[in-house]
């Protein structure tokens, strides 16, 4: 009877979870239930696995709609229904055609509402009239029509009370933006779609036996099932699984010739025991089409980074996937693919971010429209966004919601806010809408319509309809192709240092550069900025602290840095456990000796597997639902309750202490949630040391690569410093010589076009266009009369000094700009005078432009001045202490000058505010500010701009920063051209009372 189920998949509409409408089909009495959500089929997974988990018989559909309209829902007789229903879906979403009103399929039951009998109509052996027990007394009018004799009994279940209805009103005004009292009945669900008691739905039929057989005999009929366990994967790369195993060995074996020479004994047998697991799972296609990716991105002159566990194999480092050895990191395969995982593998591969759509593009070209897909994710309410959504469709204003969410106690509770308070919670992690995963592709071997509809996103590439955790349960390995700006700044780079000074960079020699002498002391020293992950502040701290200046430190760095090690105590007992290992004190010796790599303290997502299995005694695969679940990829509540019983319990077992067992496991849990694998900590510190051989060598290829690439961890501005720090001559944008981005000829970097606010991408084209067809600009009036602008455009490029090459003053140019605005004849550059335009002859008095409204001009149309900033301030800078000068007042109470670089907000342990700061001084050197809450509430940050301050010099593992204990900003000196600026005033004011 209950055909036509919704749940809460069916967005904006339905309002059960899956293990909801199952668990309350079993307690109805009924043995049989469909699923048939709106115009999608994220449920049937679960759906399928939940109903077989409580003896009830599962049947798969659609309801499928026009907006509001319902027009049919269609049941699967078998798999091959599932296949059409998924096709028939894609063909109307990819297209957004609207669904036909009739539609025949050959392995499905289409149920047409009661109202298609006005078409009268000869209906297939597939086809129904459905009706509802509501509906029986509309059918007197159509009792002499066709298809009255194919009437089918069923009942819709969209909700399950009074308050779930409720819900589906407000999901439904949330869906349409409309106002609770402005939604039509229309698009509401009738009030009787919820769950009754078998025998009372079935006395609602009792005089409708004809239609009470249809409806057993489509239940009869529908047999969907589905194997979970066999891998979805495409199976073969090449035509026989035996030609694919030794493809892989014959590339992992080539590839060691080059990574390790000689190749060791025990190189080459770990080589063959992954080959053996690769195989006996079937893997070996995954790998060989992971290398089919980057074959093809190499070939195009694209670089990547392999990471994540994939980098746990030696085999994906011989294959040239990864760039990380894991023989050299004492990394275990198993972390990655072993017999006891119960989630599938997958790699990590990032590309530049401005090339991964072509890499996607490939994929979908090389195997198929029809078999590769984007991965989704669904969009979810959480508290904030429930309570504001709600907020809007009981019609309360914006700054009544920003109350609510701020200061929920202390709002007065009208009956909107009880209402919002009541409903809320119970949207809570329900999916709202479908989106696109980060940077999962799926590649099916058989088309994907035997397991998914395809839906467009904005990108271009169809998406599936579940998720990541749906695509592992289902058999789904993904291939994660995702983007970073890190690897543009490298490619970029690359390429700047082949234009620049004629050199071919080989950036894959990392084994090389871990052993450079130099780049390790650049990465000591902490001079990282725009060094993929070492660049930020705290990073270059820790680096400071670990005294790190190898890669293997780096490695731990990269994961310790991460908040759950830090937020745990345990970042602060690596270090000082890194400097003193003699004196470590473990919790427990078992501690020390699972632990001793890193001191006993775990910093590795893998810390936690050999903790979980080697001290509580867990098996490997429990050991992994516990790291998954702590982590937040493991959807099971009941399988990770049922982990954390038998760790407690092993422990008591083995031994341990109550004490012992929760200290450890409160270490794992707090630790779990952020931690990185090491194999992904060693592929970031690859990347880490990439990025650091071009900032030794090509400091200002390099730094000009970060500029144009933005995305960096900091503002444009302190790029641009830094490349003067590195030697580089600053230039403004310059008609002649500017392009959009930053153009470096041989030390000089000559701003881009695109820093100036204010002027439009069309001015910007006409420029470029109009000077590489017709040659350089030799004056304002040429300039002019060659490029169609406006004055106001015109204007901010001479405030810019755009100009400045030619030798007049601002104020000379500007006065002109005014003159040849008002010029008869328009500029056109298909026809250029042979002789050049006459100069506009002004006698004007001598007009002088002054340093400090150059300042300003380029504070006005950059957000920053090029300028030294201490050199503007009202006040003179007197500093007789500098960054480097710390070490020397450690304990002193001194007083530093700095221009503000950033600063992180945060709270410490006992809720109050405080923050970090990061300044640079008159000399140019950096420096760390610590404010602490007394401190931070009375002196807050006021933006950007120079600062005074006082405070104590502290030092903590042999790293100085300043405990600031006052704070005032430096005014800036006044722009000379408003201190005789008339004064102007209202009209409001001229008016007498």
Known sequence: MYLNSHSYYSLGYGTLSIS???????????????LTDINNVSGIFDFVKECKQENIKPMVGVDIRNTDEMLYFALAKNQDGLFEINQFLSVHLLTKKPFPHRMKFKYCFTIYSYTFLENNYILDENEYIGVRHWELIKLY????????????AYHSITFSDKITFNLHRLLRAIGKNLLLSKLPKSAEAHSEELFYERDKLLNKFQHCQSALKNTAFVINNCNYDFDYKINKNKRLYTNKKEDDIQLVRKLALDGANKRYLPISDGIRERIEKELKVIDDMNFSSYFLITWDIIKYANNQGYFHVGRGSGANSIVAYCMGITDV????????????????????????????????NEIIEYVFNRYGKEYVCLLATYNTYQKNSAVRELGKVFGLPKSEIDELLKYPEKVFSNEYVRYIKQYAPLMQDMPHNLSIHAGGILISDKPLFHYTALQPVPKGFPICQWDMYVAEEIGFAKFDILSQRGLGHIKTAVDYIRENQQINVDIRRINDFKKDPKINAQLSTGETMGCFYVESPAMQQLIWKLGCDNYLTLVAASSIIRPGVSSSGMMKAYIERHH??????????????????????????????KVAHEFAGLELSEADILRRAMSGKHRSRAEFERVTQKWFANCKAIGYSDEVAKEVWRQVESFASYSFSKAHSASYAVESYQSLYLKTYYPLEFITAVINNFGGFYRSEFYIYEAKRSGGVIELPDINESEIFVKLKGKTLWLGW???????????????????????????????????ISVEQLTILIRIGAFRSFGYSKKQLLWDALFL???????????????????????????????????????????FSIEPPFSYCTDTIDSKISALDLPKYKGKLIELFGYLVTYKPLRDKNGNRMCFGYFYDPTGHFFDTVHFSKSYDKYPFRGNGVYQLRGVVIEEFGFFSLNVNEMEKLAIQPDPRMENKPTVYEESFLISD
């Open 20 to 34: 909801d409408l199952v668990t309350k089909t079993r307690e109805s009495g009924f043995k049989s239930l469909a």
């Open 141 to 152: 009018k159509y009792q002499k029509n066709n298809g009255f004799e194919k009437l089918l």
């Open 325 to 356: 050895d894991p023989v050299e990191l004492d990394l275990f395969f198993e972390r990655f693919i072993n017999e006891h995982r119960t989630s599938p593998p997958d790699f990590d591969i990032d590309f530049s971010w401005d090339e991964r």
């Open 580 to 609: 003193n290992p003699n004196l470590i004190k473990h919790l427990h010796p078992k501690m020390g000796e699972v632990l001793s790599e890193t001191y006993g303290v775990m910093i590795y997502q893998e810390d936690v597997l």
């Open 754 to 788: 695109v820093f100036l606010k204010g002027l439009e991408v069309k001015t910007i084209e006409k420029l470029l266009n109009e000077r590489n067809n017709g040659g350089s600009f030799t004056s304002l009036s040429n300039f002019v009369h060659r490029v169609d």
């Open 821 to 863: 605005a008002n010029r008869p004849v328009k500029p056109s550059s298909k026809k250029h005078s042979l002789f050049d335009y006459p100069e506009v002859d002004f006698k004007l008095p001598e007009l002088i432009d002054y340093r400090l409204e150059e300042i300003y001009d380029q504070i006005e149309f950059m957000e």
